[in-house]
């Protein structure tokens, strides 16, 4: 156990529609970072926020925002779903942002776009 | 760019025996860090093994070791006495640092093993 949960593990949705999946750190970790993994882009980095602020920004579509809390939960909001949606969405985090913190991932919310 | 090369789609080994997966990395900067995960079939993702690139030993954790060889920018996973439950996908992985500040950690394709009884 990684000590990071996310929830819900499965969602099942329509197109056009809007979800939110949920994120909980590790106590005590900062930093909290949201990855997509699909079979055809692999794992791909999304945004990373420290703190309650916004640090990283990647491959995120404009339809996709996230934001973290001030007991540094965090929530990724995916709007306007479309097919190509459906992906493993991964939340990580890690104690702070020196080069040598690993990532302690949790175990995933697999989404599927009907 | 930052980028992580895993040129093994997908490998069999004997169980005990040794395997290494290859990494290659390209970056311009000179602090950076090096990870492997293991992505078994249930889905998580498990940290197995760091390298800084400041290091001067290679890595080791347990069966896992890291063959780091700087000038050739790559970064080899080296799993010992393979077991059964080795079998999974393998992801090198990369942080940079910039401007006093690391974040992003950067993911290469994967190599799938399976260790055969």
């Known amino acids: 156990d990684s000590g990071v949960t996310q929830t819900p593990k499965h969602l099942i949705t329509a197109t056009g529609q809007r979800v939110t999946l949920r994120c909980s750190p590790r106590s005590g970790d900062l930093s909290v970072y949201w990855y997509q993994q699909s079979l055809d882009q692999g794992l791909q980095f999304l945004i990373q926020?420290?703190?309650?602020?916004?640090?990283a920004k990647g491959n995120i579509l404009e339809r996709f925002s996230a934001q973290q809390f001030p007991d540094l939960h965090s929530e990724l909001n995916l709007s306007s779903l479309e097919l190509g949606d459906s992906a493993l969405y991964f939340c990580?985090?890690?104690?702070?942002?020196?080069?040598?913190?690993?990532?302690?991932f949790g175990s995933g919310t697999q989404l599927s776009v009907l | 760019a930052q980028k992580i090369t895993q040129t093994q789609p997908g490998m069999f080994v004997q169980e005990k025996e040794a395997v290494t997966l290859d990494c290659t990395y390209d970056?311009?900067?000179?602090?950076?860090?090096l990870f492997w995960y293991k992505q078994p079939s249930s889905g998580e993702m498990i940290f197995l093994i760091y390298?800084?690139?400041?290091?001067?030993q290679n890595a080791t954790e347990g069966r896992y070791s890291l063959n780091f060889q700087k000038a050739r920018k790559s970064a080899n996973l080296v799993i010992s006495a393979s077991q059964l439950g080795d079998s999974a996908m393998y992801f090198c992985a990369m942080r940079e640092s910039y401007g006093g500040a690391t974040n992003k950690l950067i993911f290469g394709t994967g190599t799938l093993l399976a260790v055969q009884p």
């Open positions: 390298q800084g690139s400041y290091d001067e």
């Open positions: 990580a985090s890690s104690a702070g942002e020196a080069t040598n913190e690993k990532l302690f």
């Open positions: 970056t311009s900067d000179q602090s950076y860090g």
């Open positions: 926020y420290y703190n309650g602020e916004e640090r």
